[in-house]
């Protein structure tokens, strides 16, 4: 039996439509999935209930799927199932965010429930390699392309952002934990002029069982606002909410959306 723990935004309610039968849905209090009402809530300091009550259900494969932010831990809320996890948890905090959730994803490993991916389940979510947009990909925008793809690996080697936007090879701006769109926002009245591409990427050692980076229509308008000519993503390595209204966004917006295969 699949459960699936549920964070905010559109993803978990996207692969719920998809499946055949209902999975269980649970979701870290506080941080609900749109559209979708979960079959149970659960705190950090109760992982441990949670994880043997997914068990006793019929539990064999569990979906992470949706944005969570780091919650913060109140001892005096930690029940007895979850105390021998403590020490793990309290360290996966003080980690970055890919070995924070490994140690998550250990932990239900080890008690033999089987991690699936979201797109795993829904492989459509990754679009293949290609120009998706009516705007065509010019030779400046391949540059520009290359150049952001070193400096999002290297991003990504420090446990930081999965994004940057570059314009005839400068960095204007890079992904930190504010997020894409925050970081798009700080280009909206930036003297930078107009042109140059956003580019996201999954960090180069991170999990693609979970927290793949996603975009969507509103990453769309952002970069449009932002006045940048295009949207190029790293083929395989994050996925697409709605990916026909994404299409018809981008060329509404007169941008290029290519699926770049590195």
Known sequence: ?????????????????????????????????????????????TLGSLIAELKAAGTTEVCFAGAIARPEVDPSALDAATLPLVPRIMAALQMGDDAALGTVLAIFEEADIAIKAATDLVPTLLPEAGVLSKRP?????????????????????????????????????????????????????????SGGIFFKAKKPQQDARIDLPVIGVETVRNVAAAGLDGIVIQAGGVMVLDLDEVVQAVNDADLFFWIRDD
């Not at 719920?16 to 300091?45: M, Y």
């Not at 940057?164 to 930078?192: I, S, W």
């Open 1 to 45: 039996m699949l459960a699936l723990i549920a964070g905010q935004g559109r993803l978990p309610k996207i692969l719920v439509d998809s499946l055949s039968k209902r999975p269980e849905i649970a979701s870290l209090q506080g941080f609900d999935p749109e559209g979708l009402i979960p079959d149970r809530q659960f705190r950090l300091e």
């Open 137 to 193: 990909v010019e030779v400046t925008h391949e540059k520009d392309a290359k150049r952001a793809r070193t400096i999002a690996a290297a991003l990504g080697e420090l446990d930081l952002g999965q994004s940057c936007v570059v314009r005839k090879g400068q960095a204007l701006a890079l992904e930190a934990l504010p997020g894409t769109d925050a970081m798009l926002g700080t280009l909206a009245d930036a003297p930078h002029g």
